[in-house]
Every structure is written in C-alpha cells, then in structure tokens.
C-alpha cells in the first residue's frame, strides 16, 4: 500500500476496518513493557472479586491498537504528531484461544493546509461495545 | 477520605531522566504488535534514518511508560488522597513535539491541572511535560483518571 499524501487524502475519506485479536498472552506481554502490573489485567480470581466479568486488557493496549492502525495507514508510526481517547468501556478477554477481537476503523474529519496534517477520527468496538470515545489522531502528511 | 481539591494547581519535582533504550522501543513495539511494515521504524535504525529520523523511533503511546512512572509520585501523595485501587482510567492523550527516539534521556515534570468531584465520584486530569535534556519540548501527555466513590461498586 502507497503511504497517503496532503493531497490524496479528503475530509470523508474512510481507513477500512481491521481487526486484531487480543489474548491472555499479548496483555501478559503488555504489562511486563509497559511495567503496567495491575492485577485486574491478568488475574482472574482478583479481577472477579472487583466485580469485573474476567481479566480486562489494559485501556492503554486499545489505545495503541487504535494508534498502530493508524501508523499502518500512514506509514510511518513518527507522523502521528497527536493521538487521544477517551476509555469507554472494558474489554473483557476470556482465558481462551481467541480471546478478545478489537475492531477499529476511521474516517478523515479534517485537514489543515498551513501544518499539511490530516485528522483522523477512529471508531473501536469489541464485542459490540464501543471501546475508544473521542478518539482522534492528527497526522503529519508528505 | 476523599481526593484532596487543594492539589490542583500543584507541579512536582522534575523525575530522574529516563533513558530510552532501542530495545526498549523494540520490546514495546512488540507488545502492542507493531511489526508491520510501517513499523520498521521501530527495530531498524536504517528504517528509521530512511524517514529522516536520527534513530528508531517510539510508537506513538510509549510515552505512557514515562507519564505513569511520574504520576505515581501524585498516587503515592498521602496529601492527594488517592486510592489507587479505586482508579480507573478515563481519557489519556499525547502531543508529540518530536518523536521519541532512542538514545534520548527524557525528564518528566508532572502537573495537576484540575480535580473535579461528581457526587460520590473525583475526576482529576494531569499534564505530564517530558523534555529532553536540552529542556526541549519532547511529548505532552494529559491524562484524566476517576477516582470512585467508597460505596461505589467495583
């Protein structure tokens, strides 16, 4: 795929959707890079007697999910010059093969001709639930 | 006890510097799954230099690794009033200067911009200034975490 340019890109253009799987192992994986330990994200026993369903990803694991479909569609991970969200709701991931899916896709809501960036609205769902509010990227384009 | 309203407004000391190491940044890519091909930034210095940056780059959310460690000196405040345990994340957002790029040693200065109670309920937002060791402008960071309520279900 040809990285998109301030030219090519238009107010209402759609980022298709992608799905990504996440499971046990990535949040696991997660929590040891990011040094983010809360038990809530890989222990059961204490994550059901919060009164949470099971074990829920880190927030921040769907905000970078957002923010690497992002990069792909940009083609360089450095150009996403700002990126926020809002945490909408939990994903619960199930201690099993497919664990949770996210869903994420996007929408061009605005381009800026003097700083030659594009706004980039995402959209995220899992399991039917909207998972990212607010959530809006700007990026710098060639 | 409930959080502290007195808090808002206050800045804490500058953290220690924080050196970026590339297989930090490779490590982090991995475990948010950037090994795309856009993502070879992350891993390959010469991929990296290719788009004109001096090294690997971060991706756009490390930042986090660095806003946490300095919010937890707000967490840890006995003056703040804050129980972790009851501390959910509500919105998080980056602004990045310049990317964040291996070799990099960043100095993080937290900021309590507002802190809000909604009945049972606080919501506080900080801002987390990280500059390099220039004093240049690397990445904002601004974060708001809600404190529920004792009483509250979990």
Not at chain 2, 61 to 90: C, K, N, Y
């Amino acid at each position: 795929m040809t990285a998109p340019t301030f030219d090519t890109v238009a107010v209402g253009d759609e980022l298709p959707a992608v799905s990504y799987p996440v499971r046990r192992l990535d949040l696991v994986r997660y929590a040891g890079a990011s040094g983010d330990f809360n038990v809530i994200h890989w222990n059961d026993r204490i994550a059901t007697a919060v009164g949470l369903p099971s074990v829920i990803a880190h927030g921040m694991f769907s905000m970078a999910t957002g923010g690497r479909f992002v990069s792909d569609w940009a083609g360089d991970p450095g150009a996403v010059i700002e990126y926020g969200v809002r945490f909408t709701s939990l994903v619960p991931v199930p201690d099993d093969e497919t664990g949770a899916t996210i869903e994420v896709s996007g929408k061009i809501t605005g381009k800026d001709d003097v700083t030659r960036t594009a706004k980039v609205t995402l959209t995220a769902h899992s399991a039917g639930q909207k998972v990212l509010g607010k959530a809006i990227a700007v990026v710098r384009l060639r | 006890m409930g959080v502290n309203p007195e808090i808002s407004g206050r800045v804490y000391p500058p953290s220690p510097g924080y050196e970026v190491g590339r297989e930090k940044i490779r490590e982090f890519a991995e475990a948010i799954n950037a090994t795309g091909p856009a993502d070879a930034v992350h891993r390959d210095p010469a991929a990296a230099q290719a788009l004109g940056y001096p090294d690997v780059i971060a991706p756009p959310t490390l930042a986090v690794i660095i806003a946490q460690r300095s919010e937890a000196q707000l967490m840890l405040d006995p003056e703040a009033g804050i129980d972790f345990s009851r501390v959910v994340h509500g919105e998080q957002r980056f602004v990045h200067h310049r990317p964040i790029v291996a070799g990099d040693v960043l100095i993080a200065t937290l900021h309590v911009d507002s802190v809000k109670t909604m009945g049972k309920n606080a919501m506080v937002t900080t801002r987390v200034e990280i500059a390099d060791e220039k004093g240049e402008p690397v990445t904002t960071t601004t974060s708001t975490i809600v404190i529920r309520g004792a009483g509250e279900a979990a």
